[in-house]
Structure formats: structure tokens, C-alpha cells
């Protein structure tokens, strides 16, 4: 991961960071003091919503779980639920503050979730894929310290037979009766389409219901990274859905991420919304092997960047250096959100 810092346009908040030399992964931050109260945009009585003091890119938004400190998927269903509901609201108003087509999702599965504006894509109407030529791999049987940290990143191919007992290790926990409906045209020919009626192979179904199905994908940057999709074919954006059907999506979601944490024994499930790797709903659920509740990369930071680079991360930026831009865009979103009543 570079961690050379993209220079930021004048019309956004600035981070600052140095560099010492020779060395190009260490960054030194200058921090600012902080008033968090300032960049709150909303609030709720499980959920505070802000504008990031680190941001990776323009408009990078944390939800913050207030009212307890456990993990994201070990909430109850229903409070699970009204916290994406909620963020589902706030996305219209940050997409017309940002001028952006799309908002993604990360989160590591702690209590914080981060919502991104992805700057550069084609226009709303136009789906183009966008994919980092970046790859990366961890594997907990290789390495002693994992990170606490995901991305969205593809890895190289894990071979089929490892695959396959991932698998198999993960149904052992759902014992999911394979269902080939797919609802919709014959004539369908999307990637996931395929999966779900069972004409791609080879593939790795872990779990499915009536309306949703979840596998393994071939290309995992983590041991047991999983896509969830609806058996019917619905835009990548998930956020743009319906509310039942977007309801549905992120119920199923806190079904799988419950099982894979209990299949792999892991205190966390990473999750995120992002869509332009293939033009169909899809939730990626990523386990997370590392101890601790934080995004913790050994001090890494993500790069800040202008344009979305075809992956999300769920590590913090470089400090943000003018923090009274920063209160100042908070303030006229909490305006846009009182006027519409959220």
C-alpha cells in the first residue's frame, strides 16, 4: 500500500503530513485539536454521525456506535438493521453535498463505520468497472500478526482445494440446502446471476435463504472473504435501493458476518458496500483475524486522495489541517438534515 500522500485541492480540507527520508512508509502526523462536537452531522440514541478529523478522501463520514461498546455484528438484528437504515438516510444529502453518484461503505466490524464519497465516476446513469491493480493477501497461518484493519482489495487466486475447505468448514454452521432459483430472465448472463442458478463453475456457497445467496470469492485478500447477493438482480448501489429490499440485504448481511465469525473463530466481521466490480447488488462481508477493536496498521494511514482508486479502506487518512473548513461543511450538512426533517 503506497503511502505517499495525494495533494488535495484548495476547495477541500487539507491534510497535512511529512514524510521522513529515506524511508517512503513512515509518515509523521501533525495533529489538530479536535472538537468532534463541531463536525457531528446528526445524531441518534444508538448512532453519532461526523465529518472525519483523518479522511481519505473529500466528505469522509464515521458513524460511531454510542451506546454500547461491542462489535458491529454482535448487535441485536433489529438494532443492526435501524443503524444502516439510518445511514441510508444521510447518504442522499452527503452525494448532493459532495457532487458524487455513489457513496461506499467500510467498516471492520468495530463500532465505527465509515461512509465515502467515491469522486471521479461517470455520470449517475453510466456503470463503468473500476478496479484497483493492487493486490494484497493476509494469511493467518502464515503470519503472526494480522491486521485490524480491511479493504476492499482483491488477492491473487487461492487454489480451489482450500477453498473448498473453507467451505466446507463454514457450512458446517449453516447447513444450507443448495437453491438454484434465480428471479429473473433466463437471459441474464451477469457473473452473479450464474452463481445463483448454479451455471458458473466452480464456486463455493456458504449459506443462502429464500431470497439471498452468499460464497466465497476466488480472489480473497482474507481466508473466508464473502459476497452476499439477492437472487434478484438489483443495482450495485446499494444505498439507492428500496427499502425493503435494502432491509433484506443488510438482514442477510448480519446473518452471514454472525456466521463466519462463529465458523472462524474470529471476534469481528468487516463489511462493505461498494459495487464497480460487477453491476449487482453485492455486500462483501471480510473476516478480521487481527485482535483489538481499532483499525490498527502498525501507524499505517491511507493515502488521501481526490478520486476514488477502484478499492476502499477501512484505515483512517492523514490529519485533516484546516479544521475550520471542516466545522463549516459539518454546519451546512446539519443544515440540509434539519430541512429535511432526517
Known amino acids: 500500500m503506497s503511502l505517499v500522500t495525494a495533494r488535495p485541492s484548495h476547495k477541500h480540507p487539507q491534510p497535512t503530513t511529512s514524510r521522513t527520508e529515506p524511508s517512503t512508509n513512515n509518515i509523521i502526523i501533525t495533529t489538530t485539536p479536535k472538537n468532534t462536537m463541531a463536525t457531528e452531522i446528526h445524531r441518534t440514541n444508538d ?30 438484528k433489529s438494532t443492526f438493521t435501524t443503524t444502516l437504515l439510518t445511514l441510508r438516510t444521510i447518504t442522499p444529502i452527503l452525494k448532493q453535498t459532495y457532487h458524487t453518484p455513489r457513496i461506499a461503505l467500510i467498516t471492520s466490524g468495530n463500532r465505527t463505520i465509515s ?69 429473473g430472465p433466463s437471459t441474464d448472463t451477469n457473473l452473479f446471476a450464474n452463481i445463483i442458478r448454479g451455471t458458473e463453475h466452480p464456486q463455493w456457497r456458504i449459506w443462502e435463504d429464500e431470497s439471498h445467496v452468499a460464497f466465497l ?13 439477492p437472487r434478484r438482480h438489483l443495482g450495485s448501489d446499494i444505498f439507492a435501493l428500496g427499502e425493503e429490499e435494502y432491509k433484506g440485504l443488510v438482514g442477510a448481511a448480519w446473518t452471514v458476518g454472525r456466521v463466519l465469525m462463529e465458523a472462524l473463530g474470529v471476534g469481528r466481521c468487516g463489511m462493505v458496500f461498494e459495487g464497480f466490480e460487477v453491476d449487482y447488488a453485492h455486500v462483501k462481508l471480510v473476516p478480521v483475524y487481527g485482535e483489538g477493536e481499532e483499525d490498527e496498521g502498525g501507524g499505517e494511514r491511507e493515502v488521501f486522495r481526490e478520486v476514488y482508486p477502484g478499492y476502499v479502506s477501512s484505515l483512517p487518512g492523514p ?16 443544515g440540509v438534515i434539519a430541512a429535511r426533517g432526517v
Open 217 to 229: 470469492t476466488p480472489y480473497p485478500n482474507t481466508p473466508g472473504f464473502t459476497v452476499l447477493v
Open 47 to 76: 448512532l453519532t454521525i461526523s465529518l472525519s478529523h483523518t479522511p481519505t478522501t473529500p466528505g469522509h463520514t464515521l458513524a460511531t456506535l454510542t451506546t454500547t461498546t461491542t462489535t458491529l455484528f454482535s448487535l441485536p
Open 319 to 334: 490529519e485533516v489541517e484546516d479544521v475550520e473548513e471542516l466545522v463549516r461543511r459539518a454546519g451546512e450538512i446539519r
Open 115 to 183: 461512509l465515502l464519497p467515491l469522486h471521479g465516476l461517470p455520470s449517475p446513469n453510466t456503470w463503468t468497472p473500476i478496479l484497483s491493480p493492487e493486490t494484497t493477501f493476509h494469511d493467518p497461518q502464515t503470519t503472526t500478526s494480522q491486521p485490524n484493519y480491511i479493504t476492499s482489495k482483491s488477492g491473487p487466486r487461492m487454489p480451489s482445494a482450500q477453498l473448498t475447505h473453507l467451505a466446507n468448514t463454514i457450512t458446517t454452521h449453516t447447513l444450507s440446502t443448495p437453491n438454484y432459483t434465480f428471479h
